[in-house]
């Protein structure tokens, strides 16, 4: 989605497919935090602070695995983490924007 199209932009974004594994039922919380400085992570647009996934109403891929679609929304480059809470644990990844400072 070019920032252009975006109904926020102020926050620049990339698509992001989730892939879950067949043995995760129920929600899924994703947030997400700046390492390196302060900053925000969003999701979707217009931008909130996390993005559910109820993985139980989504049709599963080859092997049982699900896709959901979105887009996660930052504000500048730098270094951030996702947290992806499940009734089965949390789980952390971490990575790099990179582009042109909004």
């Known amino acids: 989605m070019a920032a ?14 989730w ?3 067949p043995a995760v039922t129920g929600l899924v919380l994703i ?13 979707e647009d217009p931008p909130t602070p ?7 109403r989504y049709q599963g891929l080859s092997g049982g695995w699900k896709d959901y679609p979105s887009y996660t929304r ?5 270094c951030y ?3 992806v809470d499940t ?3 949390t789980s952390t990844v971490v990575f790099t ?6």
Do not use: C, S
Request: net charge positive.
């Open 4 to 17: 252009a199209a975006w109904k926020d932009a102020t926050w620049g974004g990339a698509k992001v497919l």
């Open 19 to 21: 892939a879950v594994d």
């Open 31 to 43: 947030r997400g935090k700046r390492l390196d400085a302060p900053g925000q992570v969003a999701f």
């Open 50 to 56: 996390e993005l559910g996934i109820d993985v139980d």
């Open 74 to 78: 930052l504000r500048a480059p730098g």
């Open 81 to 83: 983490l996702y947290q």
């Open 87 to 89: 009734a089965q644990g």
């Open 97 to 102: 924007a990179r582009g042109p400072q909004i």
